[in-house]
């Protein structure tokens, strides 16, 4: 069972089939702002941007080491939503999680989709 907030995910929630988690409602989700959620051990960044689309990436700022991506500043670099971290500014695109600032750089990214309401994720 989940609690209905986006930032939390209660023990024992149910994965449907094929390791799709329900983490929270999709009205849940403020368009251009950020959410975490747990997903069994991983920290997931949860941003539903202004098309109505909801993308999911690793909440770890792998330049700070600190778990802060879904507090950064929500955009988007040409056709591409982006992210820039809160704590040094790096970018990352939302649908690759390259780091537009250095391409060596790249958070993972996670499958996302809006089901019966329900925002799920799908986690390795």
Known sequence: MTTGRPDVLEPGAVETARGWVPVCDYAALTPER?????????????????????RAIGQLDPFSGAY????????????????????????????????????RVRVPVYDARVRDGRVEVRVP
């Open 34 to 54: 950020g959410a975490c959620v747990l997903v069994g051990p991983h920290q997931v960044a949860l941003f539903r941007t202004f098309d109505g689309r909801v």
């Open 68 to 103: 802060v991506l879904s507090r950064g500043i929500v955009g988007s670099r040409g056709d591409r939503a982006t992210v820039a971290s809160p704590m040094h500014k790096q970018v990352f695109d939302l649908e690759t999680g390259a780091c537009l600032d250095d391409p």
